[in-house]
């Protein structure tokens, strides 16, 4: 991402919240993110598991969109989703496919 182009934190939040902007940045997507013990894809599906599994809908859609362009692939998606389920409970497997859907047609277009 050039420096010019804000980040999705700058575009959410702007001046808002500056310092929340800036350790999403830099820590959070600076930082962990880019540790070597784990590829961006594993990353992924972990934080999307974790986000479907505890029912942030706001943050599983972007990092939905973030695992896709991470190399999961839909099907991966899929079953990981499904098996959620039956540990999180229906609703945050359902919920979680819902919106990969949503996303996946949106792409398609």
Known sequence: MSSAEPSPAQKLLGD?????????DDVL????WKRQGLSPRDRSLI???VLAATSRPDQLASHLRLGLDNG?????LVEA???IAF???WPSGMGGLTQLKAIVEKHEK
Request: overall charge negative.
């Open 47 to 49: 934080t999307v598991a």
């Open 72 to 76: 999961l692939t839909r099907e991966e």
């Open 16 to 24: 808002f919240a500056p310092k929340m902007v800036q350790l999403t």
């Open 87 to 89: 540990y999180a409970g």
């Open 29 to 32: 997507f600076g930082d962990v």
């Open 81 to 83: 989703l499904t098996h």
